[in-house]
Each structure stands twice: as structure tokens, then as C-alpha cells.
């Protein structure tokens, strides 16, 4: 078990309530949880009726994804469960708020998750003025999460950004130094934006997330048990966490841009093509579960 509970909050990134049990017991503590359409596919039971034939209807969808939630609610402390809206690219920010409202009723503990897009944005505009938590997914860049900033001014709960490290580094980019980047940009803020950093794929994501100091964390549930065996090391005064990709070679550095967080988030470029694609593979995963005529 973890002896000292880090200061960032360390949520489980998945789908099945069996992992964050056994998160639970390995850590002795599990502070929340992040869901999202690929990862509730990818649910044992799903996998399970879809192996046999029995693929859902949508709302069979939505029943076992408000089920899992459920179980996982009350596994886990006070970083919530995020539960990600279903949400094509033509999604628009009223049909997301309609699941959004419908979702933060299934748990007490909820936060919403909306992609950082235009009509993401809209809707968590629109939620926080409804006191609906809420977890912005498919950050890659500095300037969405200076729009989510902007968008949520008036939230009275913490609003969760979620910058994607691992898909840049997928492209070798340095996802790290975006998780860098948006903690400078808010450190002179309202800090009412906390950020969560996610698409963790190794223990180095992870320790680099504790020393920059991020609030929270989302990790596979196998990253954590690799972080176990080697005896929960920690961060020290000389950590320094060099990004390299498959090859091991340095990724490319993603450079700090100077942003005012005053101006409105209609303002901001918020385009990235990953979050679009982030889009498109969610819509498809979610599409796999799901009985043809559907
Ligand atoms: C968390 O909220 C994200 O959905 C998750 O970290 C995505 O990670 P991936 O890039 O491994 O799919």
C-alpha cells in the first residue's frame, strides 16, 4: 500500500469497477475516476454480450454505462467519476447539454465530460451555470484550455481540463510540456480550472504529472500495478523527466504561448486535429457495441 498519499489526486482511467477495486486495494485509496465511450466498450460484461451477438441498442448503451457508474461511485473519493457525453463532430452544444444533465443525475459524485470543441465548450458553458460539474476532454493545446478557462468563469465547483499526453507523444510531441504549459498559464489565474492529466502511458507520465504538480492524475489501471512493483517511487529534487518516443528519441518541445485569460473563449483557436480524431474513434468504439440497425 501507498505509504504518503501524493498531494495530486490520482483517479483510475477505465471501465470495469473490478479494476478500480483492485486499484483500491493496491493503493489503499482511489481519489476518482475517468470514463469515456472506448473504455466503457471495453467493459468485460459488454465485451461479453457483444462476443455472444447481442450487441445494445442505445439506450441499452446508456443503461450500462449509468450502471457502471454506479458501481464505481462509491469506490472512489472526492476527484469524481467523469462520464463522457456521446458526441460526433455535428453534435451540437444543445444535445450534449441535454446528455449531460441526464448523466449528472445518475451519481452523486459526477463530472461531465464534453470534448474541448466549439460546441463542447457551449455546453459546459451552459452546465456550469447549472451547477453541473464538469471534466473538458481532448485538450492539445494551450489555447482550448484557455477557452475552457474563459468558458467556465462563473463555475462554483472546480472545472476539470484534461490535456491528451500520450496521444502527443504518439506524434512526437512532448505531451509533457503541454501539462507544463497550461499549469504556468493558470498559475496566475482564479484557478478555478484544475488540471487533470490524462492519457498517461507509462510511470514516467506519471511521476513528471506529481512533480509538475498537476491536482490530478487519470491512469490505466496497469500503469498504477507497474508503479506498485517498483515500489511506488516518488519524484525527488533532481526528477527530470525527458520525453522520447518509441525509439527512444527526444520528442519535439511544445513551446509556451503567452495567452490573456480575460479575453472571451470565442476568442481562442481552439482547432486541433486530434480532437477530432479523439472524436471520431470515440463515436466508433461506441458504434462497435452497438446492434447494426442502430
Ligand atoms: C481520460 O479522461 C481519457 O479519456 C484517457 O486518458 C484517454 O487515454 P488514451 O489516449 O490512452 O485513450
Not at 478500480?20 to 461479453?48: C, H, M, W
Request: aromatic content about 8%; glycine content about 6%.
Amino acid at each position: 500500500m501507498l505509504a504518503n498519499k501524493p498531494k495530486t489526486k490520482i483517479l483510475v482511467d477505465g471501465g470495469d469497477p473490478e479494476e478500480t477495486l483492485r486499484v483500491r486495494k493496491l493503493l489503499g485509496f482511489v481519489d476518482g475516476q475517468t470514463t469515456n465511450p472506448s473504455l466503457i466498450a471495453k467493459n468485460p460484461e459488454i465485451q461479453e454480450r457483444i462476443k455472444s451477438g447481442d450487441n445494445l441498442s442505445p439506450q441499452e448503451e446508456k443503461d450500462e454505462y449509468r450502471k457502471i457508474v454506479q458501481v464505481i461511485s462509491p469506490l472512489v473519493g472526492d476527484g469524481g467519476v467523469s462520464i463522457e457525453v456521446f458526441a460526433d463532430v455535428g453534435t451540437t452544444a444543445e444535445e450534449m447539454l441535454a446528455q449531460g444533465v441526464e448523466m449528472f443525475s445518475w451519481i452523486p459524485n459526477a463530472y461531465i465530460k464534453y470534448p474541448c470543441t466549439r460546441a463542447g465548450l457551449r455546453a459546459a458553458e451552459m452546465s456550469v451555470q447549472r451547477q453541473i460539474r464538469v471534466n473538458m476532454t481532448l485538450c492539445f493545446s494551450q489555447e482550448q484550455a484557455a477557452a475552457v478557462y474563459a468558458a467556465t468563469r462563473v463555475s462554483k465547483d472546480p472545472v476539470y481540463v484534461s490535456p491528451f499526453v500520450g496521444r502527443l507523444d504518439d506524434r512526437a510531441d512532448n505531451g509533457m510540456d503541454l501539462v507544463r504549459n497550461i499549469k504556468k498559464m493558470y498559475e496566475t489565474s482564479d484557478r478555478h480550472v484544475y488540471e487533470l492529466a490524462a492519457s498517461i502511458r507509462h510511470v514516467d507520465h506519471l511521476l513528471a504529472s506529481f512533480a509538475i504538480g498537476v491536482e490530478l492524475v487519470t491512469v490505466p489501471a496497469k500503469v498504477l500495478e507497474e508503479w506498485a512493483k517498483k515500489n511506488f517511487p516518488m519524484p525527488d529534487r533532481d526528477f527530470s523527466y525527458t520525453g522520447v518516443d518509441a525509439n527512444g528519441k527526444p520528442l519535439k518541445p511544445i513551446p509556451y504561448t503567452s495567452l490573456d485569460l480575460n479575453q472571451p473563449w470565442q476568442s481562442f483557436d481552439i482547432s486541433h486535429e486530434l480532437t477530432t480524431k479523439g472524436i471520431q474513434k470515440f463515436v466508433a468504439d461506441y458504434r462497435s457495441t452497438l446492434k447494426r440497425s442502430a
